[in-house]
């Protein structure tokens, strides 16, 4: 709100700054970007509900035009801003949401022996996720952020399965930022959103597979601990 009126170049710095911020805060606090301290093991049903989410993910970056908005950022004039601007926002939001809330849900729910505790810990980091872009209300639609905060949920229980996958942040950062890389500061804040029906033809079954595939991750960790 400070810098409300400041120019696009020192608005971008400025987030690059908060975002580096923002991820020494969660290494610092979570001495290691580490979620588990076991691997894996790629399973057929693990395999089968991982490449489905990441196919209908792919399939949403296609849809939402990701590849072109590359093209269009990369060929334009605001290049550096525009990079700056997605990248600032993959660092911060990731920190904070797949760094710093995803392991204190989790740990909350190791503490209470809970079953199936990673899919209730990206769970609830995502709900947090969505719930942050309400501050999209000072500039776009009701109707435009509702929809934000929806597939961002969803979008956001398949980056938490992703953290848990990879044991690490950086990947969750480089999607999330090659997500919002595109022709931002030229982009209209007055969006009205998509249609209702392609907004869940889209995201329900991305959120349905990343929801199995986390179970799935939950049933195996769970019987080595035991």
């Known amino acids: 709100m400070f810098i409300y009126d400041a120019s696009n170049t020192t608005k971008a710095i400025v987030n690059v700054v908060l975002a580096l911020v923002a991820l020494l805060v969660a290494f610092r606090g979570l001495k290691s970007f580490k979620l588990i301290n076991t691997k894996l093991l ?4 693990l395999g089968i509900w991982g490449i489905l989410a990441v196919a209908i993910f792919i399939i949403i970056m296609s849809v939402e035009n990701v590849p072109l908005n590359i093209i269009t950022v990369i060929n334009s004039k605001n290049f550096l801003l525009d990079t700056m601007i997605a990248l600032s926002a993959a660092i911060f939001e990731e920190s904070i949401c797949r760094g710093l809330i995803l392991s204190a849900f989790l740990g909350l729910f190791i503490y209470e022996s809970s079953s199936y505790k990673f899919t209730k810990a990206a769970v609830w980091s995502a709900v947090l996720f969505g719930s942050m872009h309400l501050i999209n209300l000072f500039g776009e639609s009701p109707r435009a952020t509702l929809q934000q905060m929806l597939y961002a949920f969803a979008t956001g229980v398949f ?7 990879t044991n690490c942040l950086l990947w969750v950062i480089l999607l999330h930022f ?3 890389w595109g022709p931002l500061i030229a ?3 007055n969006s009205v959103g ?7 033809v889209l995201f329900t079954p991305l959120l349905v597979t990343s929801l199995i595939y986390l179970i799935y991750v939950d049933r195996q960790l769970s019987l080595k601990e035991t």
């Not at 790629?42 to 049903?45: C, K, P, Y």
């Not at 980056?159 to 996958?165: F, K």
């Not at 998509?194 to 869940?200: E, H, R």
């Open 42 to 45: 790629f399973t057929r049903n």
């Open 194 to 200: 998509m249609s209702w029906s392609l907004l869940f």
């Open 178 to 180: 090659i997500l919002d």
């Open 159 to 165: 980056l938490a399965a992703l953290r848990i996958t």
């Open 187 to 189: 982009a209209s804040n």
